[in-house]
């Protein structure tokens, strides 16, 4: 990533498109590389009970530096520069800080002491949650449905984002006031990410949000579709706005029961993002062969239907897994379990820094 960024410099001096093009590419291999393993280790490392929380809450930083950039850049990096020389000069500039600040980050992530999760841990630890045999990979219907989810889900947000000013312009919105529009919207779907992660600490369930979530991206994707002016802009800012939780939660409740083939299973959810290059064409095609943006819009609300499979599932055939995970005491600090053995008591424990041990007690002093 760091080598992608500060390919824009020369290719900035040359006024390259190709180049540009290029470095994009390589910007883009680091942050797919840097997303399979931050989403897996956000979701595994740490109680399984508290996994939509955190990958939520770390979507939500994510989320306040997809609302603040736009607005950095448009405000004070290009402000009366664009398409001149000196814009072209502060791109260079930018992702140069950019290069710099993740060239940093480097040593860190080196020297931090970050456990390697093993496929055989995984296991063990779903052996502790379930007390099941997960199965072989090819039956492992609720990790596929995910990804089916996720597909559909993450090309729809992609696809409404993309589309938002054409759609706002098309109201009757100026290119200025559909902008700061699309900016309310990136703001309310960041704000909902940690109201979400809020309502899964006091005892909502993920499946619950998730299929709600969803449910109300459909709906007002249909209001934005058959309304016209403020009223069809507003309707897409609220499908903005519960968009917020989707994809962190998906991936988190596809992994559950995994075991050892979690690592595997997160690869394909984070692959699944390739929605993003798949329906935005589509929506595209459609809003220049119809020359209306409102009637394109139908294509992302049609993908809400297709991902709310997932929802559905999890709320019928797969809920008692799921709801096993929320409430496991596995890697919980100073929690224990005791599980009678054939021949004694094994007794599982949970010491002070979350690290899990059994030991076998056996029966003596029968009467």
């Known amino acids: 990533m760091t080598i992608g960024c500060l390919l824009f410099w020369p ?36 109680p399984p009970r508290y996994s939509e929380i955190r990958l939520n809450l770390a979507q939500g930083i994510q989320g306040v530096g997809t609302f603040v950039a736009p607005l950095l850049a448009s405000r004070v990096f290009f402000a009366n520069t664009v398409d001149t020389q000196q814009g072209l000069k502060n791109v260079q500039w930018v992702y140069l800080g950019v290069a710099c600040f993740v060239a940093l980050l480097v040593p860190l992530f080196y020297i931090a002491p970050m456990p390697e999760v093993t ?7 779903e052996r502790d949650i379930s007390e099941t045999d997960v199965g072989p990979f090819r039956k492992q219907y609720n990790l596929f449905l995910g ?24 109201a009757g919105y100026s290119a200025a006031k559909s902008s700061d529009l699309l900016a309310v919207g990136q703001g309310l779907y960041t704000f909902m990410r940690f109201v979400s992660s809020g309502l899964i600490t006091v005892g909502v369930k993920p499946r619950y949000i998730l299929a709600t979530y969803l449910g109300l991206c459909f709906i007002f994707g249909v209001a934005a579709t058959t309304t016209s002016g403020p009223t069809s802009v507003a309707m897409l800012i609220l499908v903005l706005c519960f968009e917020s939780a989707c994809f962190a939660t998906i991936f988190t409740l596809a992994l559950r029961g995994l075991g050892q083939h ?15 290059a798949a329906i ?11 020359g209306n943006f409102h009637k394109a819009m139908a294509i992302p609300t049609a993908f809400y239907v297709l991902a709310w499979i997932f929802p559905i599932y999890a709320n019928t055939v797969s809920r008692k897994l799921l709801d096993g995970h929320r409430t496991t005491d596995v890697n919980v600090s100073g929690e224990k379990k005791v599980v009678d053995g054939h021949d004694g008591v094994e007794v599982e424990l949970q010491t002070e820094d979350g690290k899990g041990g059994t030991e076998r007690v056996e029966n003596v002093g029968a009467a």
Not at 119 to 125: E, I, S, Y
């Open 280 to 290: 935005p064409p589509m929506t595209g095609a459609v809003a220049t062969h119809t």
């Open 11 to 46: 290719s900035g001096v040359k006024a390259s498109f190709g180049g540009f093009c290029g470095s994009m590419f390589v910007v883009g291999a680091g942050l797919s590389t840097l997303e399979t393993g931050a989403d897996n280790f956000l979701a595994i490392c740490g």
């Open 262 to 276: 979690t690592k595997r299973g997160g690869s394909m959810l984070v692959a699944a993002i390739s929605g993003g």
């Open 147 to 170: 990804v089916w989810s996720e597909f559909c889900y993450t090309g729809a947000q992609v696809a409404v984002a993309n589309y938002f000013i054409n759609f706002a312009e098309e």
């Open 119 to 125: 496929d055989a841990d995984m296991g063990l630890q």
